[in-house]
C-alpha cells in the first residue's frame, strides 16, 4: 500500500523532520537525506558564507569601449537635487529623460519625470526660487512680510481684486510643475474680512487638465467636466446664510492638506497624474507650498508620534508651537477629503468649537467642502478623521467608476495613508478582461479585503449579508500548479515565495506563517521579485496571460495588464525594479521576450512597454544582469544568448559553444571570475544542461571558458551508480579531463550519459545545483569537489541560493518544497503538496488533523495546526477515491478504485482491515457521529453498511442497485444526519433521492427530484445531499439545473428553494451545525450563503482556486473551513456561530448542555483561547417554536464549542446603562493561568471595596432572610449587614454581568462574560448557605445578559446579550439544558410570571414575546405569541418589564413611558410617561410600582387603579395613576430590591454606588461606594496611635475647594437590619439632596488617581479626575469627608507625617491638573492654601520627613520644592525635563556612606527611565545628587498600548538599597545599591510591572502586572507566589504603613489583602 522509505544514499545522511514511518503501510513525511560527497571538508565551512560585491558589467565585442545607457524611467537624483530640466516639463514635449522606446511604446508623451527626487518631500518655493521670480511669477500687490505668529518671513497677497493679484507657479503656462506627489500642503492664512482663491491646474493620467479651486467666494460645489470649485468656510456660524463669506477676523493659520489623487478619483473618476501649476491669490498670507507622497500630522511630533501609526510633520513644514500650548489651539488643519466618507444629509449648522467648520453642499456627494477642524487626533481607528462628520467610514468610497463591469479594489489601511486609493486605475481592456477572466458569474464585483488578502466577489443585485466577508485564507497546503519551477527567496532570506497554483504564498522560514497575494484565476506560470522587496511580478498561465505587478510589503495589486505574449513562461526583474523581462509565446507558438519599464507603478504610473523581440531559438531561462540592466542573458535548446535594450529594440547575440551547440540547457546563473573584482567584464555565466554540462561563459568573449559534466560514478561490478563527479577542463573541440573521485583521469573521447541537470544557482562562495536524479549538490566554484548534498524523494527542479548564502532552497517536480541550511547541514521541509486535483477530504478534532486523497494515488495525513505533512500512504496500482476518520478512535477509511475499503491506523501507519465488498469504485464514505456505523457506496450502485463499534470492523449489510450507479463520485454522494439516525443518498436513478434509517437501512422517504422543476422541459437529477442541524430536520439536494432544494428529511416536502446558485452543478455543499451559513463548491469558488435569512440575499463568493473546488467542509469546531480541488485551502469563519442554540424557522433543539458534572471538567474543556473580534453577524429570521424532541437514547447531547462573539454593540442610546455589563479582560492575560483568591499562605482576602456599576441585576437582598450579595469585579460578595463580614465567592474568569436568587433563597445564580481563556460565558450555581459552587455551565458565547428562576424554582431561564440573542431553558435538578433557541431580535429582558410557572416574557425591539411551557413528563414544549407595541407607545424600544396583579405586564420604554399589558388578551392598554431617559427598572409589589431609569430617577408610582382599567381597554387613561415619591441618585438605576410592602430597599447604580432607600422617611443613604474607573496608585502614610479618630462635619464651603459630608447610616435613619454599620461617632447624617447627589456623580464616573494612608491607618483618602479628594474610614470603608474643586482633575496625593505636629493638625496635599498645588486640613475640614509650583499638571507629589516641605512632579519633568505653610516655591529641579515624572519617594537618611550631607534622601523617577537619587536638608537650603540612574528601553515593551511605567522605591528594610521596574531590556526587578554605585540583585519577573510596593515590616515585594495577577515575593528567601482574583490590570498595590493590609487595585476594584505574620 504504502511506500516504503527511501533507498539510503552512500554518504552520511542528515536526517529530517517527521514522524517515523512503518513498512507496512505506511512512511513518515521525512526530509531528504543529504550528506558530503565522501567526506566534507574541514574549510568547507568557510566557503559557504561570503559577501558578493555587485559590480556593472559590459558585453561587448573586443575592442568596443563600454557606453552607459539610460533605461526608461531610471535615473534619480538625490535627494533635494535640483538637476536642470529635472523641474518644469514642457507640454509639447516629451521627458528627456525617457528613452526613444518608452516614447514610441507610450501614448502618453507627457508625462513628468521620475519622482524620486521629490521624495520625502519637495519644498515647492524653495526648489523653483520663489524669491527670484525666474521660474514663477506674480501680478499685483505681492510682498515679503514678517509674520510674529510664525516668527519670520512670509508673502502677503493683497488686492480688492483676486485675479489681479497672485503668486503663480510655473511662469509660463505652457510649462507643467511636474509635482507627482499625491499631497499637497499648503500653508497659508487668509487675511481678514477678505476673499482669497487658490487655483490648481492638475493633470490626469490621460493628460485632462482639471482646475480644482478652493475659495471663500463659492456659495456650494459646482463641478464640471474640467472644474472642480469647493467652498472654503474656516469658521462655523450659526445662521444659515453667513455659512459662506469674508474670512472671520480671528481667521489663524491653516494647514490645507488637499489629497489630489482622491479628489479626482472621487468627483471625475480619473487618476492623477501630476500637478501642472499653482495660483495664489488674494487675500492671503502664504508661507510655503510642499508636495509629498506621505500623509503627515501636523500636530504630533517629538516622542508622541513613536507610540502612534502616524508620520510626522518634518521641521521644516511644521508650525511653531510654545511651549504648553496645543497646536490645536494656535492652528486648524485642513484635510480634504476625509477620510470619513459618510457625509450629514443637511450642512452642519452648529459647532461645539468655534474654528470648527462646515460642510455646504449636496448631501448624498461624498464631502463636496472642505472641512477645518482644531480638534485634536483621535488614534482610536484612523489617524486622518478630523471632520465633523457623524460616522466614519472605514472604506474607500464606491463612486461611480469608468468600466462598472468589474474593477479590482482594495480596502484601504487605516494606518497607512500613503498607499493611494482603494481602488486602482486599469486600461479598458484590462478591465474587461478582469470581468471575463476573474469572475464566474456576470455581474459581480471582486474586492481584495485586507485583512488576508482574499478576494471576495459580491453579488450586485442584492444586498450582502454581514458579517462580510465571513472568510478568511488563513493557510495553504499545496506547491507548485503550473510548474515547480517558481521558488524564490526575498531579499533579506526571511521568507520564501512561491505559488500555489492561483494564490502566491509568502512563507515566513522561522515561523512558518504564511501571507497570500490573491486575484489570479488560473495558475500562476511565472513569478519575479526585484531586489528591495517592492514589486512582486506574476502571470497566469491560461492564454491570453494576464500579469499582476504587487507592492510586496502591503500585498496591494499596483496594476494588472494584458501580456503581449499568449503565454508568459519566465520574468526576470532587474535589480532596482525598474525594468522587468518576460518570455513566453505569441499565439502562433513563437518564442517572444518583452521588456516593461516598471519605474512608476509604485507612484501611481503605469507599466509601459520599452521593447518586444522574436527568435526562433528556445528559450528556457531568461535573467537581467545585477551589474546593468540593459543587459540579459538566455538559454535555451542548442543556443545561448546575450541581450541588451538600447534605442528601444531588444538585440541579442549568440555565443560560441563549438561542440557544446546541441545541448539543451536547461537554467543559469551569474558569477564573478575573482573575487572582489569589480569590473564589468569579470562577470561570467554559468549554464547547465539535461546532458550534465555546465559551460562558464566569458560575457566579454562570448565564448566558453570551461566545460564541466556530472557524470554518475559506478563501483566495480556494481549495476547502480554510487557518486557522481564532475568532467571538466577549458574549452577545446577534442580533449576531455575527468576526474573519479580524487584521481585524475584523462579521456580522450567524451564519457557516457550524464546526470540531468535542471537548475542551478551560484553564491559569492558556491554553486548549488539540482539533478534530475533527485539531489541537490554544493559544489566550490571550482567544482573541485562536492561539499554537500541533499537526497530528495523525486527530480530536483528548481534551487536557489539565500542572498547570505547559508540556506539553499529547493523544490522537486513531486510537490515539495525545502531549504538546506549549510551550516547545520540539515534540511527542513516548507511545504508538500499533492501532484494531482484533491479528491476528498476529512478532518479529525482531537488530533487536529486533515486526511486528504489525490489523483496522484497518494493519501496524505496534515496536521492542521501547522499545515505540515504527517504520512503518506501511496499504491500504484489502485487510486484513492473516499476518505473519512473514524470519530472516536485514531483510525481512518480509505475507499480505493477496485472496491476495496480499508482501515488505517494513525499510531502504527498500518492497514488495519480489508474489506472488498463492492465491485466498483468506491465514491462515497460516512460515518455515523458517534462512530458505530460506517457507509460505502461505490460506481456500480451497491452500499455496504459496516459495524465499527470494535477496532476489527465488519460487514453488516450490503444492498445492491442502491445508489446511483451513473452518479459522479462526490465526497456529498452519502450523508448522515447529525444525530446519526437518518442516511440519504442519490439513488437508486439520478433523478431520486432516498432516506433510510442508519440503523435497520429500512427506507423512509424517495423524493423524486425530477418532478420538483414544473417550470424546465428537463429532467432534473441531483447531484449531493447533504442533512442540516437535527433540531432542523432539513435535507438539502443540488442539483443538475443550478438549484438547491431544501427539503423535509420526514415528509419530503419542499422547505424552500435556493435557485441559480451557480451556473455548473456543485459536487459538495454543507451547512454549519448552527444552520447559519451554507458552504457551496461551485466551479473554482467558494460561495457561502446566509441560510438562516428567508429572503436569501446574495451570496459571498470566494476565488483562489484555480480548477473545480471538489470538497468542501466545516471544521468540527465551526471556527474554521476547508475547500479542496486544486490544492486545500484553510479560511477562518469571521462569525460566531452557536451550536448550543436552536434554529430560525424550526423548533427549538432539547439539547443537554454541559450539564453538572465535575467541575474541572467543565473549567479545562472552556480553557480554549477566544478567537479575535470580528464584524457583527447579521439579525436572523424569527424563530417557529414547537414540540421538541429529547435526544437520543445513549446520547448526552453535550456540545462544547469554541466560538467566537461578536464585537459588543449598543443598540439604544437611550438604554446605555441597560447594555449588557463590560466583560473586562486585559489583552495580554497570562496564557494558561488560572489562579483563584490564595484563601491562605501568604495573603489572604479581607474586603472588596467597591461595586460594579456596569453590570446589571447584579445586586440581590431579601430582607426576610437578611441575604445581601451583590458583585465586584469578577467576584460576589456577600456581607452580612449587621457585623459587615464579608464572604468572597470567586471562580468567575471575567466580570460577573447579573445575578438570580431561588425564590427559596437557597441557590444563586451568576453569570460572567468570556474572557482570554474561555470561549464562551460562565454561569456559577451557589449553595447559599455553605458558598460553594454546585455547578457551572457553559450557556452562551457572549455576555448574559439576565438570570430569573421560575417561581416553583425547577427551571432557570438565560438570555444572552444583543449579540448573542439566545434564550435558554435549563432545569435545575441536574442544570441540563432542557431548550434553546435563537431570537429573531435583540432582547433586553425576561422575567417568568410569578402567578404561573408555564409562562415567561422576553421585551425587545418593537415586540413583547409571550412564551408558554408545557410539560409532558420529562419534556417541555414551548409555544410562543409575539405581539408589536402599538403606535401609541412610541418608536422605542422596550428595555424592562414586570408582572403585577394578574394578568398584568408591566413594561419599560427606552424613550420614558411604561406601558401595561393584558397577558391573556396580549394587548397594551395603557402606558404613560414616566421620565425622561430610558427605564431600565421596574418592581412590582402590591399596588405600587418602582420605575428607575436611566437619568437616576428612582419613582415610586401608586397602581392600584390599573386592574379596573384593563376593562376599558384602548379607553383607559392613566390619570389613575400618580407618583407617590422621586429620588434622584448619582447614575443610571441597574438593580434593585424592595422588601414586599415596597417601602425599603437597595438601589444600585450605574456610577458604582448602593443606597438605601427609605420611601417612608423620604431618604437615600449611601451604603457601598465603588469607582466605575481606573485607581491608579496607593501611597501608605506614617503610623501613628491606633485611637480611633475622626473629624466632625461641617457645613460645606463654597467653591473652589467644596467639602461635601458623606452621609453616615447613625440609629435615626439605621436600616430595619438593626446595624449601625459606617457610623462614626461624631458624625452628623444629612439627607442627601438632589443637588449633593448630582455632585456625587461624577466622581463616580471617572478614575481615582491615588490613595494614601492616615499615620495611624484609621483613615485613607483618594483623590479623582472630577477634582474631589474624599477621606474614607479603613475599617468600614465608608466615605467621610468630601473636598471638591470645581472643573479641575486631581491627579496626585500625599498625606503629611506623623512628625509635623500633632494629630488635628494632618494635612493633606493635592495636585492638580492645572498646576496648582492644595493644602487641605482633615481636622477643620477646609482648604489651607493654595499655591501654582508648575505651569503644567502635577503627576507627583510627597512630604518632606519632617513635613514641612512639599516635593511635587509635573508632566514636562519639572520637580519643585514649596512651603505647605508660606505657599513659596524655593528651588525647581529641571534634570528631569522632557518625561513626565511618575515617582518621588522620600525616606530619612540612614546610610552616612553616600559621601554627602541631608536630613532626608528623596528620589524622583521619569517616564524616560532615568532615576535621580537626592540628599536633602531643606532648612538649610541643601540639596545634592547622590545618584544618577538610566536604564535601557527596547524598541517595544507597550502594555494595554501603553509603556509600563517607571517605578521605584527605597527598600525600607535597608537604606541603602533602591528597587526599581520599568520598561527595559528584561522583565525584571533591579536592586541597586547606593552605597556600592552597582546592580547588586536581579529579580526576574514574568510580565512587566504596573505597580510597585515594598512592605515596611517584612521583606516582602509586591508587584502588579497588567495581565491581572499579583505576585507577592519574599526578598529574604527568594521565593514568589502569584494571586487571581482582579479583572483588570494591577496597577495599583500598596503596603500599609503597619505592613498587616495590602491594598491592590484594577481599574474599579479595590482588593484588601491580609499579609499573616511571616
Known sequence: MARGSARLAGVPRVPGSGVPGSRVGGRSAQGPRLGPEARVPAQAGSRLPGAHPRAPGAWLPSGARPRPASLAGVGVAGEGAESPGSCLVPEARPSPAVAPARVAESPDARRPLPAAWQHPFLNVFRHFRVDEWKRSAKQGDVAVVTDKTLKGAVYRIRGSVSAANYIQLPKSSTQSLGLTGRYLYVLFRPLPSKHFVIHLDVSSKDNQVIRVSFSNLFKEFKSTATWLQFPLVLEARTPQRDLVGLAPSGARWTCLQLDLQDVLLVYLNRCYGHLKSIRLCASLLVRNLYTSDLCFEPAISGAQWAKLPVTPMPREMAFPVPKGESWHDRYIHVRFPSESLKVPSKPIEKSC?????????PGPQPLPCLVASSKPVRFSVSPVVQTPSPTASGRAPLAPRPFPEVSLSQERSDASNADGPGFHSLEPWAQ??????????????????????????????????????????????????????????????????????????VLLVDTGEQRFFLGHTDKVSALALDGSSSLLASAQARAPSVMRLWDFQTGRCLCLFRSPMHVVCSLSFSDSGALLCGVGKDHHGRTMVVAWGTGQVGLGGEVVVLAKAHTDFDVQAFRVTFFDETRMASCGQGSVRLWRLRGGALRSCPVDLGEHHALQFTDLAFKQARDGCPEPSAAMLLVCSRSGHILEIDCQRMVVRHARRLLPTRTPGGPHPQKQTFSSGKRAPTTWRGWQGHRCTDASLPPGPGIAISSLSVSPAMCAVGSEDGFLRLWPLDFSSVLLEAEHEGPVSSVCVSPDGLRVLSATSSGHLGFLDTLSRVYHMLARSHTAPVLA???????????????????????????????????????????????????????????????????????????????????SLTATPDGRLLFSSCSQGSLAQYSCADPQWHVLRVAAD??????????????????????????????????????????????????????SSRLDSAMAVCFGPAALGHLLVSTSS?????????????????????????????????ARFLLIAAGRTIKVWDYATQASPGPQVYIGHSEPVQAVAFSPDQQQVLSAGDAVFLWDVLAATESDQSFPGAPPACKTGLGAGPLEDAASRASELPRQQVPKPSQASPPRLGVCARPPEGGDGARDTRNSGAPRTTYLASCKAFTPARVSCSPHSAKGTCLPPASGGWLRLKAVVGYSGNGRANMVWRPDTGFFAYTCGRLVVVEDLHSGAQQHWSGHSAEISTLALSHSAQVLASASGRSSTTAHCQIRVWDVSGGLCQHLIFPHSTTVLALAFSPDDRLLVTLGDHDGRTLALWGTATYDLVSSTRLPEPVHGVAFNPWDAGELTCVGQGTV????????????????????????????????????????????????????????????????EADDGGIGLLLFSGSRLVSGSSTGRLCLWAVGAVS?????????????????????????VVSASFDDSVDMGVVGTTAGTLWFVSWAEGTSTRLISGHRSKVRDFQPGRRRGSRTWCPPCLPAPS????????????GSQRPPWGSQRGSLGCARPSKPSRLCLHQRAAWQALQVNEVVFSPGESHCATCSEDGSVRVWALASMELVIQFQVLNQSCLCLAWSPPCCGRPEQQRLAAGYGDGSLRIFSISRTAMELKMHPHPVALTSVAFSTDGQTVLSGDKDGLVAVSHPRTGTTFRVLSDHQGAPISTICVTCKECEDLGVEGTDLWLAASGDQRVSVWASDWLRNRCELVDWLSFPMPATTETQGHLPPSLAAFCPWDGALLMYVGPGVYKEVIIYNLCQKQVVEKIPLPFFAMSLSLSPGTHLLAVGFAECMLRLVDCAMGTAQDFAGHDNAVHLCRFTPSARLLFTAARNEILVWEVPGR
Not at 462580510?468 to 521558488?487: E, M
Not at 431544501?1046 to 419542499?1054: K, M, N, P, Q, W
Not at 424600544?1437 to 396580549?1466: F, H, I, K, M, N
Request: proline share 7%; hydrophobic share 40%; aromatic share 6%.
Open 432 to 505: 474587461v478582461e478582469a470581468s471575463d477572466v476573474h469572475t464566474a458569474a456576470a455581474g459581480t464585483h471582486v474586492l481584495t479585503h485586507e485583512s488576508a488578502e482574499v478576494p471576495v466577489a459580491r453579488t450586485g443585485s442584492c444586498e450582502g449579508f454581514l458579517p462580510d466577508p465571513v472568510l478568511r485564507l488563513k493557510g495553504v497546503i499545496g506547491f507548485g500548479g503550473h510548474g515547480t519551477r517558481q521558488a524564490l527567496w526575498t531579499p533579506d532570506g526571511a521568507a520564501v515565495v512561491y505559488p500555489c497554483h492561483a494564490v502566491i504564498v
Open 1508 to 1532: 379596573e382599567l384593563r376593562c376599558k381597554g384602548s379607553g383607559a387613561r392613566s390619570s389613575s395613576v400618580f407618583m407617590e415619591h422621586e429620588l434622584v441618585l448619582d447614575g443610571a
Open 353 to 361: 468649537s468655534p474654528p470648527e467648520a462646515v460642510l455646504l453642499g
Open 1042 to 1074: 443550478n438549484r438547491v432544494v431544501v427539503l423535509d428529511a420526514v415528509s419530503g416536502r419542499i422547505i424552500r428553494e435556493l435557485p441559480g446558485v451557480h451556473p455548473e452543478p456543485c459536487p459538495s455543499l454543507t451547512l454549519s451545525e448552527d
Open 1599 to 1610: 467653591p473652589p475647594a467644596q467639602m461635601i459630608p458623606s452621609p453616615a447610616v447613625t
Open 1409 to 1472: 414575546t409571550f412564551w408558554l411551557l408545557q410539560l409532558r413528563g420529562a419534556d417541555i414544549s414551548l409555544q410562543v405569541r409575539r405581539e408589536p407595541v402599538p403606535e401609541a407607545v412610541g418608536a422605542g424600544e422596550l428595555t424592562s418589564l414586570c408582572y403585577g396583579a394578574p394578568p398584568l405586564l408591566y413594561c419599560g420604554t427606552s424613550s420614558g413611558q411604561v406601558c401595561v399589558w393584558d397577558t391573556r388578551a396580549g394587548r397594551c392598554f395603557l402606558s404613560w
Open 841 to 923: 477530504l476529512a478532518m479529525e478534532q482531537r488530533r487536529g488533523q486533515l486526511a486528504t486523497v489525490s489523483q496522484d494515488r497518494t493519501v496524505r495525513i496534515w496536521d492542521l495546526a501547522t499545515l505540515q505533512q504527517l504520512y503518506d500512504f501511496t499504491s500504484s496500482e489502485e487510486a484513492p477515491c473516499a476518505v473519512t476518520f473514524h470519530p472516536t478512535r485514531p483510525t481512518f477509511f480509505c475507499g480505493f478504485s477496485s472496491g476495496a475499503v480499508r482501515s488505517f491506523s494513525l499510531e502504527a501507519a498500518e492497514v488495519l482491515v480489508e474489506h472488498t465488498c463492492h465491485r466498483g469504485a468506491v465514491t
Open 962 to 1015: 442502491m445508489v446511483c450507479p451513473d452518479a459522479p463520485a462526490s465526497p456529498s454522494a452519502l450523508a448522515v444526519s447529525r444525530d446519526g439516525r437518518l442516511l440519504a443518498f442519490v439513488g437508486p436513478s439520478r433523478c431520486t433521492v432516498t432516506v433510510m434509517g442508519s440503523a435497520s437501512l429500512d427506507e423512509l422517504l424517495r423524493v423524486d427530484i425530477g418532478t420538483l422543476d414544473l417550470a
